[in-house]
């Protein structure tokens, strides 16, 4: 199982925030999170003074550093934006030709901000009109502002509308496409883009080609292998084109069938084994139903350089199998920054002890699973070899087939050269000098050809395409509701054969709208269109007529396939405020969700949870710890920093619990599930919710698993898992839990 729990790639990237004149941030806590990216902002405030804005549940670190800072209650994002919006439209502070010319269905945007006055977003969000007001007025007014998010946005039922309306800010105020502007989403581990775009995700082929029998086509051509063969793999063609579970509801696959448990659409059978490799499991929502879970597999492999977690937490004793993977230090290859930047990761040391990489671990899983050979075919077609070299041959194979993103340029070769030069980019504008100049650092994508700049500023149309410039993809057709889809006139990038919007490029296309004649040789071998051509023509005459290959189309504010064609506002499953969730009630509940009948309004009414459980549940990070945890907690000197599992409490909600600090506590969720932490006295938080870091295992529901470690493996700290009473609820398009929107209640243990 893959970690991708983030989403959105940064449109600009950490060193360009040093450009913005102001920064909100909404959900992330960056001073902690990305302290070295963080320095970014902080020179921009050196060089701009650049206002910071805060927009957090908690008092964190980054808000210390902040001009001003919001405290808002857990799930009222939306609100928020929608109220400063309404403040930017009351006031004309809108970019009126930038949403003319780029953006699509403002107007439906625009009626909505209009029900969100400050006064009625102060009632949902805790945030007064006054500091709204302020907020709004410093934001709108020092342009370019970049838009910063994290987890906090995106771990709610209602995340992917949070990262739909961010944008929306940053369209309406022409915040998109410029120098100091954008969304700069703050990913999570070092290589999350990279996992992200190579789809290890399970509604996606390599690149987000999607499922469809077109898509797997083109991959079975582009691997060397039969797409009869590859289909064989499957019960049958529509299981093929079938999204699979999520990392977040692997264990309803388990436990369907059981009372209470979801419904599944698996082809007539539950999940029986599971492999994991670089997932903690402990940092899965609803720990209490992960445990069943594993204790009712019949095999789990757990591939990792530490003793996974899930090792400990289940109870089952037998075909549980410890494989010991090597770590990053000890292989190569490219990784993706969260700016869409690669670089060469070059191997420290040898794989220790009897540890090996994880693609040799995969590979060993192929020749005994009996596909090896169609497993690594793709490697040797590009140099038409006998033998391959990996990783090279892999990242040139990625280079040969990814076209949806424009990963053509990154060779190993190029990737390795810019990793090699690194000091001579500029860490602002990624500019190289030099020997690599004309290039960017890590070469952004899209990298459309091998000898493409890459792109550090997406949507810029003040660049030429062939210096990184473009407008906005063309991705969902030409017109909708009789309304133009492509860009307005002039709008296009700088030095473009066309002025204009244009559709993206196929081979029926190419010769209007680049005002050009292809050859007889050429028209033989091009592909359909620019995601399949393999041959690279498109790519190619499009940078020659500054053309970018996805097209020149408008932003669309209005998605008409989502369940909200519009962000909407509504309450998370389990909300404080029962008065809006009756007014802003979730979704309908959602059959075959990733394969899983996942419950939205059926939860969200079962009953008052707010009565029992009155408290909000917000769960993050800590410095010294990273994911699960398992890894620091293992290192002296990083455990000795949190050496227990804690809850960040105000000292008033304290006292009406007859809490003390340092006193242990149970906090309980409305799942029935429950665990035993230490009281930390905070004002961080205020006193309708609590903190809780999500880094700790190896306790559970008061019980401490400490002997069940091998010998010589328990970690310096141990303690329950925060997820062990996050509550149910999960996004509506991809499934992320609620881990930062749910609802306990606490008593003195
Ligand atoms: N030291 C350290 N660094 C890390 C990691 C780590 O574990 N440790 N993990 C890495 C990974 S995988 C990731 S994804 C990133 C995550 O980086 P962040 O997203 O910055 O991490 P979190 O602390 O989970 O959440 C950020 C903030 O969201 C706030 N929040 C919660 N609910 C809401 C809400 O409804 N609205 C708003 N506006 N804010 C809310 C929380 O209070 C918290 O301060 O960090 C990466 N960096
Ligand atoms: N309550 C709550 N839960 C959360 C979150 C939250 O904010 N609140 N955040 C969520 C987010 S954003 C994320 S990303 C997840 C993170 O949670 P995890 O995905 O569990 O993150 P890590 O602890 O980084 O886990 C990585 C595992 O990979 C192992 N590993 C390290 N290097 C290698 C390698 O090279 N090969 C292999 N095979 N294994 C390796 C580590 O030892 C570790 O066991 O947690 C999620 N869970
Ligand atoms: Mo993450």
Redo the contacts with the bound molecule.
Sequence with gaps: MA?T??YGAMTNSLGDIQNAKAIII?????A????VGFGHFLKAKERNNAQIIV????Y?K?AAKADIFAQ??????IPFMYGMLNIIFKNGWEDKKFIKDRVYGIEDIRKEAAKWTPEKVADVTGVSAEKLMQITRVYAKSTPGTLIW????T??TIGSSNTRMAPILQLCLGNMGVEGGGTNI????DN?QGATDMCCLSHTLPGYYGLSAGSWKYFAKSWGVDYEWLAGRFKDKKMMSAKGFTLAKWYSGVLAGKPGEDKIHNAGTNLKALFVMGNGITSIAQQAKVKEALDNLELIVLADPFVNEAAILTDKKDDVFLLPAATQFETSGSVTATNRSAQWRYQVVEPMYESKPDHEIMFEFAKRLGFYDEYTKGMLIRENKKTFKFPEDATDEIARIIKTIGLTGWTSKRLKKHTDNWHMFDEVSLRGTGPMKGEYYGLPWPCWTESHSGSPVLYNINRSVKEGGMGFRNRFGLEHDGQNLLAGKGSAPKGSSNKDGYAEITAKNIESVLGIKLSAAEKKKIGKNWKVDTSNIIAEKCMEAGIAPYGNAKARAKVWTFPDQIPMHREPLHSPRQDLAKKYPSYKDKANHYRVDTKYISKQTEKDWSKEFPINL??????????A?MENRASKYLAELTPEMFCDIHPGLAANHGIRNGDMMWVHSPEGTKIKVKAKFSYSVSEDRV?LP??FAGHFQGEDLSHKYPEGTKPYAVGESANTVTNYGYDIVTQIPET??GLCRIEKA
Excluded: C, E, S, Y
């Design positions: 970690n729990w983030g909404f959900g992330a806590n960056p902690v999170n990305h302290p927009v957090d549940p908690r964190t980054t808002i209650r857990p799930g009222t994002d994290a987890m906090g946005l771990q709610h703050l990913r999570g581990h999350v917000v769960t993050g990070r800590l410095v010294n710890l990273n994911g945890g903190f999500m880094h930062k929107g």
